[in-house]
């Protein structure tokens, strides 16, 4: 996205408007594959949201240290509000390119993020978030599929609402699944939510 604060303008109702076109299927989405990370992890999230989960995956995954990243000041505010002052946590205002650390994470989180990207920027975004992970790291994630009429239909006008509401420049769906296993991750496990409209996979690094 051009506007990488775009988000500043949908942040305080994003996640009800989520509620009202999904229901709870974002959150399942979401929270699915949280459970499976080691109690210990060193964790990236990139693109958090207001981070909604933050403070009951805290509370049962105590040992667990967070990057939080995201590029909109006001979903970060959310975020930091969310959790209250949490020394387990470290905010960060920024975007895949802030990402500084070498193969420091046991895991990433990236929830509806990828999805922002063109399948050909894509392709470098995911190799580059690769160097931050350390061997054998577990990415979750959570995004949109397109195997229908009715979800080419919806993410139509879904791309079209946040290219006016935040500016996104993106205008279709990567093949993130595609990316993700061309980039030498492996599926553990994956669920689908909402009709087959979301995909939720546990992957992992293999080198
Ligand atoms: C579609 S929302 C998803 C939010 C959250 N992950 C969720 O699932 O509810 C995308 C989020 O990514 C952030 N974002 C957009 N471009 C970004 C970038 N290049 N790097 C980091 N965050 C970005 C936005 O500010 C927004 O919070």
Redesign the pocket.
């Known amino acids: 996205?051009d506007r990488?604060?775009?988000?500043d303008a949908v942040?305080w109702y994003?996640?009800r408007l989520?509620r009202i076109v999904f229901g709870k299927s974002?959150c399942r989405s979401?929270t699915c594959f949280l459970g499976t990370l080691s109690a210990t992890s060193n964790i990236l999230v990139?693109?958090?949201?207001?981070g909604w989960w933050l403070k009951e995956f805290l509370q049962k995954k105590p040992g667990c240290r967070i990057l939080y990243?995201?590029?909109?000041p006001a979903?970060l505010n959310l975020a930091k509000k969310a959790v209250g002052d949490d020394k387990r946590i470290t905010f960060r205002l920024?975007?895949?390119n802030s990402i500084m650390e070498v193969h420091e994470f046991d895991a990433v989180i990236t929830?509806?993020?990828l999805?922002?990207f063109s399948h050909e920027k894509l392709r470098d975004v995911i190799a580059g978030i690769k160097i931050a992970l350390k061997p054998n790291a577990r990415w979750l994630v959570?995004d949109f599929i397109n195997t229908t009429w009715w979800h080419a239909c919806m993410l139509s006008v879904m791309y079209f609402f946040?290219r006016i509401s935040t500016g996104l420049r993106n205008k279709s769906l990567p093949d993130w699944t595609g990316l993700l296993l061309a980039g030498n991750l492996r599926v553990l496990e994956h669920k689908m939510f909402f009709g087959n409209f979301i995909k939720s996979g546990l992957y992992q690094t293999t080198e």
Do not use: C, K, P, R
């Open positions: 996205m990488t604060n775009g988000f942040a994003y996640d989520a974002i979401q990139l693109g958090g949201g207001t990243v995201d590029a909109s979903m920024g975007t895949e929830f509806f993020f999805d922002l959570s946040f």
